[in-house]
């Protein structure tokens, strides 16, 4: 900071007030749900959160886990965001290595068809007929295969194939490789960033994703882990009329909000635990790409 002029020192300390701010936004009700979660009700009413342990409670954790579905949401959750991830990157380097290459016949005409599918789609109807005559109705890959490539990653990805040195593809030329294993064991190892942070944005779109579970799935037993906490939420919400006495349905609110807090932290503990082993690829990745 000594070295910076007079107005380089004030923008870096606005800019580091101003992270410190956007921190304290994004923190705050991280924590405030974690402990709300632990919280007795009627200590919350009266004086907020408390860091007593006295006043905490796992009443909202014992509620959800009454439900022998979560286990399953859980395994099935993890399935549909793993293999959704899988596909994903799958379809989006191998459609992208090629657009990549230099003299590609057709490359131009196959990109403004994708670029056409970013814009426009079917809607919900046609894709639910292709679904269901694709005859996935109603099974796992109704959830993992749709949406698995999208174009916004194929132009990433194919944006960072471009920008890597064309001289290590031309002395593995020399040297006898063949272009798969120059995509295998040059390309690919070189794409580690671009691919976990695609992996990265899949996975967690996937695993908050329970709209087509919703519209595609009828079996319980291949619910999702948020289509099952969405279902344990509205069993417990407490309806005009449902109960006369008004203590009672005042408990019986106050029992919806720990579990809707609890709901909020077991669907979001996998990802806070994922991230900080992404985060370096992530560090990387995040604008590679963008460049050009």
Do not use: C
């Not at 991830?85 to 380097?93: K, R, S």
């Not at 894709?127 to 990653?153: E, Q, R």
């Not at 519209?215 to 009329?241: A, F, T």
């Not at 807090?261 to 590679?288: D, H, N, R, T």
């Amino acid at each position: 900071m000594h070295n910076k002029s007079k107005t380089d020192r004030v923008l870096l300390t606005i800019n580091k007030i101003l992270l410190v701010v956007i921190v304290l936004i994004i923190l705050i009700p991280l924590i405030y749900i974690l402990i709300g979660s632990f919280l007795d009700p009627n200590v919350m009413l009266r004086k907020g959160l408390s860091f007593n342990p006295v006043d905490w409670t796992l009443e909202g954790y014992k509620r959800v886990f009454q439900d022998g579905s979560i286990v399953k949401g859980f395994i099935n959750s993890i399935i549909y965001a793993g293999g959704f991830t899988f596909f994903t990157i799958l379809f989006t380097v191998l459609v992208a290595y090629p657009l990549s290459i230099k003299g590609f016949r057709g490359g131009k005409v196959i990109m403004i068809f994708f670029l056409i599918t970013m814009f426009f789609n079917g809607g919900l109807i046609p894709t639910y007929m292709l679904i269901k005559n694709l005859g996935m109705l109603d099974t796992p890959w109704a959830i993992i295969l749709p949406g698995s490539i999208g174009v916004w990653n194929i132009i990433l990805v194919r944006t960072f194939f471009k920008g890597l040195p064309n001289e290590l593809k031309q002395a593995a030329e020399i040297d006898g490789a063949t272009d798969l294993q120059i995509f295998l064991k040059i390309v690919l190892p070189l794409s580690k960033p671009v691919i976990f942070v695609i992996a990265l944005y899949a996975f967690v779109g996937q695993w908050n994703s329970y709209f087509d579970a919703l519209i595609y799935l009828d079996d319980r037993d291949l619910y999702p882990l948020q289509l099952i906490l969405r279902s344990i939420l509205i069993e417990n919400e407490v309806q005009p009329g449902m109960v006369n006495d008004k203590e009672a349905a005042a408990e019986l609110s106050k029992l919806a909000e720990k579990i809707k807090y609890a709901s909020i932290v077991i669907s979001s503990l996998p990802l806070l635990v994922m991230y900080p082993f992404f985060q370096k690829y992530f560090e990387k990745g995040v604008m590679v790409g963008s460049l050009k």
